[in-house]
């Protein structure tokens, strides 16, 4: 499939960076070869689980191991895996447990029987095994699909990044922004894997080339999904504005932020379409936050702990789409379970004079904060750049922090940008789709 991609992205204007972090997806499938795993169970057993992309799986012996309630597998190529009897039975795949028209389970955790033992494991040939229950249920299973679910770690890295596509391309001042047609992206569907991909791992893309009007983000969004309504509306006006209601309807300098903090789920992509620019002032700025969160953690790791720890809080009030008054509490870097920043939650504007600390608590959140606001205006750090009419910039909201100098406002030629939201869910929805389009052609 590579080489018939790479002709289509031949046609694409695209930069290093973006096709880097194409390739680089691509060659994640489903399971690709992890390097050898070993885990030691009990005192007999060793499991390894290298995965070989482009293979069928084939089995060369099966058994039960009824003390450890595991079903053993032994592969063609001399590695093992182990999947519990729990697991298995829940996992079933047979019209009475599944439901294949809709992808899900059917059988009911009340009725599960989490002890469950097994009757007999049966090799019926290299690619399936029968397993009788109990109850005399019987349960087969394909050896693809349980390859592609061994419990080894590295397997279960691959898995998981094939699903969410996490590995990122961190940037500094260096960046060139990766840039696509539009009128590409909408029809072509190697085009637009290209740029969800890219976006993903590197977190910009700029599309060239959208008609001047009102309405193209609205027309991108189709591509993927459908747009994300806020208290702004389905699509909004970034213009001049009297009595603006947000800082970004006005000609000053808007400093770097990500967008909707005050909400606690905030959108996760941002579309800007460029329909008018200033005659004189008005560039962008981005700055990867997730690079710089990470920077913080290793040049001031005080500051990183009480930015991912503190509840912030966040509010917006106004009228718009409808009136609201909304409040959230948000840390300002957000980390998972193993310690990844996974999401920025920052606006100077809408950071509320509410602080809820103890009031020794105060001065070192201040200092934490300063420290984090320093290193994102480094100039390191930083990417100007001029949009003009046709374009849209399309930027994940969760990590790059964007703001705009301020610009000479003209009442005959005024600035306009128009926005829209999506959420992570959709996007990503649409990028398994195309990857599965894009790599089942020949």
């Not at 096709?19 to 060659?27: I, N, V």
């Not at 032994?74 to 590695?79: I, K, L, P, S």
């Not at 840390?331 to 999401?343: A, F, K, L, S, T």
């Not at 994940?396 to 005024?414: E, I, V």
């Amino acid at each position: 499939m590579l080489p018939g991609l790479s002709k289509c992205l031949q046609r694409i204007k695209a930069h290093p960076e973006g096709l880097q972090a194409l390739h680089r997806t691509l060659k994640a499938k489903v399971y690709p070869p992890p390097p050898n795993f070993t885990v030691r169970h009990s005192s007999q057993f060793t499991m390894t689980a290298p995965c070989v992309e482009g293979m069928i799986p084939l089995i060369q012996k099966v058994q039960a191991l009824h003390k450890d309630r595991y079903v053993s597998i032994q592969w063609n190529d001399g590695t093992q895996s182990l999947y519990p009897y729990v697991w298995l039975r829940d996992n079933c795949q047979c019209p009475l447990c599944f439901l294949q028209s809709a992808k899900a389970r059917k059988i009911l955790m009340t009725d599960l029987d989490v002890t469950t033992g097994v009757e007999r494991v049966l090799l019926t040939d290299p690619t399936k095994v029968s397993i009788v229950w109990p109850d005399f249920h019987t349960s087969v299973f394909e050896a693809e699909w349980l390859r592609k679910r061994c419990f080894s770690q590295p397997s279960r890295e691959n898995v998981q990044e094939n699903l969410f596509l996490n590995e990122r391309y961190y940037w500094g001042s260096d960046l060139r922004i990766p840039t696509v047609s539009f009128k590409e992206v909408l029809t072509n569907d190697k085009a637009a894997f290209f740029w969800l991909t890219t976006l993903r791992s590197t977190g910009i893309v700029l599309l060239k080339g959208a008609d001047i009007q009102q309405g193209e983000v609205a027309k991108l969004s189709k591509r993927i999904g459908y747009l994300r309504l806020t208290f702004y509306g389905h699509t909004w006006q970034v213009q001049d504005k009297t009595d603006a209601n947000n800082v970004a309807y006005t000609s000053e300098k808007l400093n770097l932020h990500t967008d909707y903090p005050a909400l606690h789920h905030p959108p996760g992509v941002q579309f800007l379409h460029c329909l008018k620019q200033a005659v004189e002032g008005g560039e962008s700025e981005i700055v990867d936050g997730f690079h710089v969160a990470n920077l913080l953690r290793k040049t001031n790791p005080e500051a990183f702990s009480i930015l991912s720890s503190v509840k912030v809080d966040f509010t917006d009030t106004g009228s718009d789409y409808c009136d609201f008054a909304v409040q959230s509490k948000n840390q300002i870097i957000d980390v998972d379970g193993e310690g990844h920043v996974v999401r920025i939650n920052y606006n100077n504007a809408t950071r509320d004079s509410v602080l809820n600390l103890p009031v020794n608590q105060v001065q070192p959140f201040y200092d934490a904060l300063k420290a984090f606001v320093n290193l994102l205006h480094s100039p390191d750090n930083v990417v100007s750049f001029r949009m003009e009419s046709g374009d849209i910039v399309t930027f994940d909201n969760w990590r790059l922090l964007h703001g705009r100098r301020n610009y000479l406002s003209d009442p005959d030629s005024p600035r306009h940008l128009e926005g829209a939201y999506l959420d992570w869910d959709e996007v990503m929805s649409r990028l398994r789709i195309l990857r599965a389009a894009v790599q089942g052609e020949n």
